[in-house]
């Protein structure tokens, strides 16, 4: 066996060929413990110092080895232990295999850290499903590098890619596997994955201690763990541990499927408002390019009643909508379904009464032309809009005109603060998806936003500059009416608190946007500094007025309290007389 059987997290360092209960040889046997092993024979190919060899027999399982290493094999005849030489790539693999098991029962073959190592490991593969084939409940158990470790990526964007003697990028390694891939060779050849118990490491051979790029306490290191960690839950896996049994064989290749559309249309719907529906639908039935799909998520129970809506646009309508239903979840689970389930190149995503202009798609795929791969924004005019009393021709109507509330250049900072972009202008690249990139199905509102923030951070902004949208204001029933403000407060929250927990990529420009910003705010607190000592100084000169005065009061009150000022009582009330006698004699 060319494989390290460390554990923890610690780096893999040259072949070890001891047993510990921590590493992948361990989590292989684990495996096989709820196998009928007992008296049967367990196959150990590439077995070389067969340091699984005692473990096997514990279980009751009679360990044969096979290698082509005759020093390693005649050591372990010397222990006792069954071997034959064998080469695996030889013709005739199944047969020669079937020979040393002979008549007796075969329960397991174990093939770890061997499949990497062969020129042609699909023809092994198949060899083990015939020889499986001659046995019953016949077990096979891998242990496999994963190329995709998440160190791989990060020497490889350093651009290196250096064989070692040992670990990951073993120099004797003529093949390379991801979870996909070998889940894809394992089918093809007949072999159903059973069970797994991936061996896990943080640090992998290929790890650079205190480099940036490897460290994920840096922001590069961040930024790139969670970049990886998004297509799949592996980045950390070092050796794919897996059982499998068989089965049918998958052809690899599969028929041509039907060409994707350039557009796929996220409708998520109740189905409680049918009119608002159909006149989406007409819209769509309207648009001068008709390269689309149109995924209606029905949230409920009322899937009968959409399908029957669709029914009524018989035609090249008709025939690109798909009707799916969701229970259950928050309004982000809809939209996930349908992410999902979207086969076109770009995804948009509608609510059942929001309307478009008959060149909306149009203008998406000029977007998409002009700048591919970023997130493609238009413009959105609103209207406010009632519902009619029952009896009127129509349900609703509009109650003012076109404003146009949503037609300013997309900002990022801006968009951080608050959102200024409604759910249905705005297309994303379908490939997200390979990012792990979904709706946070906790969010109750806000969903659409968080989902901007995301693919406008990795993708970037194209905007159209075009009004191609109407975003309907409803005087009742819709979800600003129903959601209580504490409830958006709180989800605004969660959106800043997922942004912050991880490195956030910034579009070009937005440093000169920060720039200004930090300028501006400097200015206001310079302004704020002058106008706070401007008004300490009034205060301050206002204090001693009233000090003054103060002093006056208590001055004159002092003086009114004295004798002279009592004793001249009545001088004063004669002056005071002859004062107005005088004003009068004036007056004539």
């Given at each position: 066996?060319?494989?390290?059987?460390?554990?923890?997290?610690?780096?893999?360092?040259?072949?070890?060929?001891?047993?510990?209960?921590?590493?992948p040889?361990?989590?292989?046997?684990r495996?096989?413990k709820?196998?009928?092993?007992?008296?049967?024979?367990?196959?150990?190919?590439?077995?070389?110092?067969?340091p699984?060899?005692?473990?096997?027999?514990e279980l009751?399982?009679v360990?044969?080895g096979?290698?082509?290493?005759?020093?390693?094999?005649?050591?372990l005849?010397?222990q006792g232990?069954?071997v034959?030489a064998?080469?695996?790539?030889?013709?005739?693999?199944a047969?020669?295999?079937?020979?040393?098991v002979?008549?007796r029962s075969l329960?397991?073959?174990?093939?770890?850290?061997v499949l990497?190592?062969?020129p042609?490991?699909?023809?092994?593969?198949?060899?083990?499903?015939?020889?499986a084939?001659?046995?019953?409940?016949?077990?096979l158990?891998?242990?496999?590098?994963?190329?995709?470790?998440?160190d791989?990526?990060?020497r490889?964007?350093?651009?290196?890619?250096?064989?070692?003697?040992?670990g990951?990028?073993?120099?004797?390694?003529?093949?390379f596997?991801t979870d996909?891939s070998l889940?894809a060779?394992?089918?093809a050849a007949?072999w159903?994955?059973?069970?797994?118990?991936?061996?896990?490491?943080?640090?992998?051979?290929?790890?650079?201690?205190?480099?940036?790029?490897?460290e994920?306490?840096?922001?590069?290191g961040?930024?790139?763990?969670?970049?990886?960690?998004g297509?799949?839950?592996?980045?950390?896996?070092?050796?794919?541990v897996r059982?499998?049994?068989?089965?049918?064989r998958?052809?690899?290749?599969?028929?041509?499927?039907?060409p994707?559309?350039?557009?796929?249309?996220?409708?998520?719907?109740?189905?409680?408002?049918p009119?608002?529906?159909?006149?989406?639908?007409?819209?769509?039935?309207?648009?001068?390019?008709?390269?689309?799909?149109?995924?209606?998520?029905?949230?409920?129970d009322r899937?009968?009643?959409?399908?029957?809506?669709?029914?009524?646009?018989?035609?090249?309508l008709?025939?690109?909508?798909?009707?799916m239903?969701c229970v259950?979840g928050?309004?982000?689970?809809?939209?996930?379904?349908g992410?999902?389930?979207a086969?076109?190149?770009?995804?948009v995503?509608?609510d059942?009464?929001?309307?478009?202009?008959a060149?909306?798609?149009?203008t998406?795929r000029q977007?998409?032309?002009?700048?591919?791969g970023?997130v493609?924004?238009?413009?959105a005019?609103e209207?406010?809009r009632?519902w009619?009393?029952p009896?009127?021709?129509?349900?609703?109507?509009?109650?003012?005109?076109?404003?146009?509330?949503y037609c300013?250049?997309?900002?990022?900072?801006?968009h951080?603060?608050?959102?200024?972009t409604p759910?249905?202008?705005f297309?994303?690249?379908?490939v997200?998806?390979?990012?792990?990139v979904?709706?946070?199905?906790?969010?109750?509102?806000?969903e659409?936003?968080?989902?901007?923030?995301?693919a406008?951070s990795?993708?970037?902004?194209?905007?159209?500059?075009?009004?191609t949208?109407i975003?309907?204001?409803?005087s009742?029933?819709?979800?600003s009416?129903s959601?209580?403000?504490?409830e958006?407060t709180?989800?605004?929250?969660?959106?800043?608190?997922?942004?912050?927990?991880?490195p956030?990529l910034?579009?070009p420009g937005?440093?000169?946007?920060?720039d200004?910003?930090?300028?501006?705010?400097?200015?206001?607190g310079?302004r704020?500094?002058?106008?706070t000592?401007e008004?300490?100084?009034v205060?301050?000169?206002?204090?001693?007025h009233q000090h003054?005065?103060?002093h006056?009061?208590?001055?004159?009150?002092?003086?009114r309290?004295?004798?002279?000022?009592?004793?001249?009582?009545?001088?004063?009330?004669?002056g005071?007389?002859?004062?107005?006698?005088?004003?009068?004699?004036?007056?004539?």
């Open positions: 066996m060319a494989s390290t059987d460390g554990g923890g997290t610690e780096a893999m360092g040259k072949y070890d060929f001891s047993y510990s209960d921590s590493g040889y361990s989590a292989a046997v495996l096989l709820d196998a009928d092993l007992s008296g049967r024979v367990v196959l150990d190919l590439g077995c070389g110092s067969a699984i060899a005692p473990v096997i027999a009751g399982a360990y044969v096979i290698d082509t290493d005759a020093e390693a094999l005649a050591a005849g010397e232990w069954e034959h064998l080469d695996l790539t030889a013709a005739g693999l047969d020669r295999l079937g020979e040393i002979a008549d329960a397991a073959v174990l093939c770890l850290d990497e190592h062969l042609e490991p699909d023809h092994a593969l198949a060899a083990l499903a015939d020889l084939d001659r046995h019953r409940d016949v077990e158990v891998v242990s496999i590098p994963n190329i995709a470790h998440v791989i990526a990060r490889l964007l350093l651009g290196q890619w250096d064989m070692t003697e040992s990951l990028l073993d120099r004797t390694h003529l093949r596997y996909r889940t060779a394992m089918a007949g159903h994955e059973a069970a797994r118990e991936d061996f896990r490491l943080i640090r992998s051979d290929q790890h650079e201690s205190g480099h940036p790029v490897f994920a306490e840096a922001n590069v961040a930024f790139l763990q969670a970049l990886r960690s297509p799949d839950g592996y980045g950390q896996v070092n050796q794919f059982r499998y049994h068989r089965g049918g998958r052809a690899s290749a599969v028929a041509a499927a039907e994707a559309p350039f557009l796929s249309i996220v409708i998520r719907t109740q189905g409680l408002r009119d608002p529906m159909r006149d989406v639908l007409c819209c769509l039935a309207a648009q001068t390019d008709m390269d689309f799909e149109a995924v209606v998520v029905v949230h409920g899937t009968r009643d959409v399908q029957d809506i669709v029914a009524e646009f018989e035609g090249n008709a025939q690109r909508v798909r009707v239903s259950g928050t309004r982000s689970r809809p939209a996930n379904v992410w999902h389930a086969r076109g190149e770009y995804v995503f509608l059942d009464d929001d309307l478009v202009t060149d909306w798609v149009a998406v977007g998409a032309t002009e700048a591919p970023r493609i924004r238009w413009w005019a209207q406010r009632v009619n009393p009896g009127q021709v129509a349900a609703h109507a509009a109650a003012g005109p076109l404003t146009p509330a300013r250049p997309f900002d990022f900072l801006q951080v603060r608050q959102n200024e759910f249905h202008c297309a994303v690249p379908v997200l998806r390979d990012l792990g979904e709706f946070d199905e906790r969010l109750t509102v806000c659409d936003w968080e989902m901007l923030l995301t406008a990795l993708c970037g902004v194209q905007d159209t500059l075009r009004t949208s975003y309907n204001k409803w009742a029933a819709s979800s009416h959601v209580h403000a504490d958006w709180a989800m605004r929250k969660m959106v800043h608190v997922d942004l912050d927990s991880r956030v910034l579009p937005t440093i000169g946007r920060i200004k910003a930090l300028e501006e705010r400097e200015l206001s310079h704020v500094e002058a106008l000592a008004l300490a100084a205060r301050a000169q206002l204090a001693e003054v005065v103060h006056a009061h208590a001055a004159l009150a002092e003086m309290a004295s004798t002279s000022w009592k004793v001249a009582a009545p001088v004063r009330v004669l005071n007389l002859g004062r107005r006698v005088a004003r009068k004699v004036r007056g004539r």
